[in-house]
């Protein structure tokens, strides 16, 4: 059952074996599992409750619609805008249907260096495999890659460099180009479509979804937590109180919003919740192309180029991904807030977009304040800096290789790079905050796993130490950056947590 | 003039406070940060003037605090007497009578209605977008062709209400006179830019010196994005720009099946 705001008209008290904060890749799939075990569930989720007919594909509608913050989030100092989906579904709905699986070497660290328990990369291909055909994972065919996205595989070729089509959660894709504005053909595999659904048919006894519903706090008794405070958007602009009852709590909201709702729950026990964040940073570069490209027309990201990332090379990097937007979205990847940005617009059909998706180092940090309630504050160290130059110059070098006329950087004083003569403007242009302009679509980290309590915020299976039957599960946990698009990892990962606890249910739930 | 200053802040304060106290703090609140902020000069002069501590900038530490109170750092060669002490124990009583007159005067502009206020964001709006996106150029349209305000009006509309205060507020301190004043040496709103209407130059120049100053990136940042919603969104952009989204309820024209699959399922159909 999906109960929206404006069902409610009164004050709402829920008991429930599991509430769960958040309705996205853990969210969706904790409630499932722990319905699946028999467990009744509460699931809260702050945005609005839309199925696909609700998708106009119309930026000045979905955005407010499915963003968080209608799409206006930003770091500080810094200034890069972060995309989270705001949405029952929560960032699947609105992201590109890529699907990595966590890398070895990455998921070597967590072992090795946070001694997280369980997460070898032969455990966790159990996890994987499970998740996978739920959300119908395959391979990008050949004839699926539009100009764009043969631009990206054509340049990493003539170059020699390793690279392959994306994996995505998709069926039968109509290749319609704005998966980041909901998909309104259903084929994309996102929470909306599967583990949301088949929940809803399956257990719709056991499952209650509250959806237009804001988590305000964990309330506890002592080490153990005993549910959630939430307020509900309700008919008539007015708000209602939602208390929930629980044995057992799940913080599934993403890493600001857990990070958050931790904090204003004064449960920052050991002062390590919101610490540790990175976000992929992800510096666009377009590349100007003498025919028309219309990279809009086709699958946004189908085609990817690992040669310098975690995947091939087992330390941080980037990996450089073919991306396009529609318009609005994509003029905030140009220069210029003066009358320069509609110039270069007026060449969007001719323009690749590639963007080199970071693997940086966590040193953001979540706090309480600031207009919305929480800040993500965030800067790139003096390694990620460099590697983001890098990252640009081999995005540059690629779209040259492909026949680019000229390519410009997202620097927001305007850079055009001519050849590779030119690719030292990038460096000296720098990525300091007031040099350049960069989108992220992936928060994660703040609320760190790790073996021991000590520099860590969670344990192995995401219960929060210091706590009986409190356990954070999203991006959130991940003790370092993955390098790759996260939704694969936080499914899996989800699940683990779910049979985890489904296994030691009178442990953490104190009772049968 | 620093308690004019501090006024201007206050009243800043104030325009964002009512909107936060309204929805059910203690007024009485703002009072005591007023109160707070006189306490905080009164104190910062007095040591200033006994010597106690020094002024930070821009003059080196040898500058003492008496030197600067009395000379100001001008070649007055003022040193302190009894009718020095007398002056300044007069101009410390009036600080608060500064600060009572520059927050009079934000709040005078606070009593504006609400539609008055509204009228003047919206006009912020309007020229912010208007510079941005003139008429005519590569993409013909301009934002007034496009009715660009009216659309990031409905943003605003819909974003949470103290992110809308946030942007208000933002939006007001970047009309500012003391802002267009630091960014290009006129003492005007920047509403009030460009005394020929159809020119943006000075606007875009103040644009311009925005997006390269450290502090105010993320604000200028977050501008363009919310200005950039209200021009690119429309569909005469779309046109101008080659776009030919979206096109639902009908599938894509350049729709590309790829081979026929057979049904992977019994029952499940065939991509058409």
Request: net charge neutral.
């Amino acid at each position: 059952m999906i109960v929206q705001g404006k069902d409610i008209a009164q004050s709402v008290l829920e008991r429930a074996d599991v509430c769960i904060v958040g309705s996205g890749a853990a969210g969706a799939i904790l409630a499932w599992e722990m319905a699946e075990m028999g467990r009744s569930v509460v699931l809260l989720e702050k945005g609005g409750y839309h199925p696909r007919n609700d998708f106009n594909q119309r930026e000045e509608d979905m955005i407010p619609m499915l963003y968080k913050n209608s799409g206006l989030q930003f770091t500080l100092p810094t200034g890069f805008a972060v995309a989270q989906g705001s949405c029952v579904g929560g960032s699947t709905v609105v992201n590109d249907a890529v699907c990595f699986r966590t890398p070895d070497a990455v998921l070597g660290w967590w072992t090795d260096q946070y001694k997280v328990d369980g997460v070898d990369p032969g455990t966790m291909k159990r996890y994987f495999e499970k998740v996978e055909p739920r959300i119908s994972v395959g391979v990008v065919q050949p004839f699926e890659l539009n100009r764009n996205n043969l631009i990206l595989k054509q340049g990493s070729e003539k170059l020699g460099w390793s690279g392959a089509p994306n994996s995505r959660n998709c069926k039968n894709c109509r290749q319609c180009g704005l998966c980041h504005l909901g998909c309104s053909y259903g084929t994309k595999q996102s929470m909306l479509e599967t583990y949301i659904p088949d929940t809803q048919s399956k257990h719709g006894d056991l499952v209650k979804i509250y959806a237009d519903t804001t988590a305000t706090s964990v309330t506890r008794s002592g080490s153990r937590a005993t549910g959630v405070i939430a307020t509900v958007a309700g008919t008539g602009d007015r708000t209602f109180s939602l208390s929930v009852k629980a044995k057992l709590v799940f913080v599934s909201a993403g890493t600001v919003a857990s990070s958050e709702l931790l904090l204003r729950s004064g449960l920052n026990i050991n002062g390590l919740v919101g610490k540790g964040v990175a976000i992929h940073p992800s510096p666009g570069v377009v590349g100007d192309f003498a025919e028309t490209v219309n990279g809009h027309e086709g699958i946004p990201m189908a085609y990817h180029c690992d040669e310098f990332s975690v995947v091939k090379t087992g330390k941080r990097g980037y990996m450089i991904e073919s991306i396009f937007l529609a318009p609005y979205q994509f003029s905030l990847s140009l220069p210029g807030f003066d009358y320069d940005v509609k110039q270069l617009m007026s060449r969007y059909n001719h323009y690749a977009l590639l963007g080199s998706l970071l693997h940086d180092e966590n040193v953001g940090t979540v706090r309480l304040g600031g207009p919305l309630g929480a800040v993500l504050e965030y800067g790139l160290t003096s390694a990620d800096a460099k590697l983001m130059i890098e990252g640009m110059k081999n995005s540059a070098r690629v779209l040259l290789a492909a026949g680019a006329t000229q390519v410009i950087t997202s620097h927001r004083k305007k850079t055009v790079i001519y050849s590779e003569d030119d690719l030292d403007l990038i460096e000296s242009r720098g990525v300091g905050p007031t040099e350049i302009n960069v989108a992220s679509a992936h928060p994660q980290g703040g609320n760190r796993m790790g073996g021991k309590p000590e520099g860590a915020v969670v344990d192995s299976y995401s219960k929060v130490y210091g706590f009986e039957n409190l356990f954070v599960c999203d991006a959130s946990v991940f003790p370092t950056s993955l390098g790759v698009n996260p939704q694969l990892t936080v499914m899996a990962l989800a699940t683990r947590a779910a049979e985890h606890v489904g296994e030691n249910w009178a442990k953490y739930a104190g009772g049968s | 003039m620093l308690g004019f200053l501090a006024g201007k802040a206050y009243h800043l304060l104030t325009v964002f406070g009512d909107r936060v106290f309204s929805r059910g703090a203690d007024r009485r609140g703002l009072l005591i940060v007023g109160l707070f902020i006189v306490a905080v000069f009164w104190a910062y002069s007095a040591l200033l003037f006994v010597n106690a501590i020094y002024f930070p900038w821009p003059l080196p530490r040898w500058f003492g605090g008496t030197d600067w109170m009395l000379n100001s750092g001008l070649p007055l060669g003022l040193t302190r007497s009894t009718a020095t002490d007398l002056a300044a124990l007069v101009i410390f009583a009036i600080y608060p009578l500064w600060f009572y007159l520059g927050t009079e005067l934000g709040v005078a502009g606070h009593r504006v209605t609400n539609a008055q206020r509204q009228r003047e964001r919206d006009r912020i709006i309007r020229d912010l977008a208007a510079t941005m996106f003139p008429r005519g150029g590569a993409i013909t349209p301009g934002a007034g062709d496009v009715d660009s305000s009216a659309v990031i009006e409905r943003l605003l509309g819909v974003i949470p209400p103290l992110f809308d205060d946030a942007l208000t507020v933002l939006l007001f301190a970047f009309d500012s006179r003391f802002l267009v004043l630091a960014f290009t040496g006129k003492w005007k709103r920047f509403v009030d830019l460009d005394a020929d209407e159809s020119s943006v130059w000075e606007k875009g120049r103040y644009l311009a010196a925005w997006q390269s100053n450290t502090y105010l990136l993320s604000v200028a940042e977050i501008l363009k994005t919310t200005v950039s919603y209200g021009y690119y969104t429309r569909p005469p952009v779309y046109v101008a720009v080659g776009y030919n989204g979206p096109m639902v309820p009908d599938l894509p024209s350049w729709y590309n099946p790829g081979p026929v699959p057979a049904p992977s399922s019994p029952g499940e159909e065939a991509i058409p």
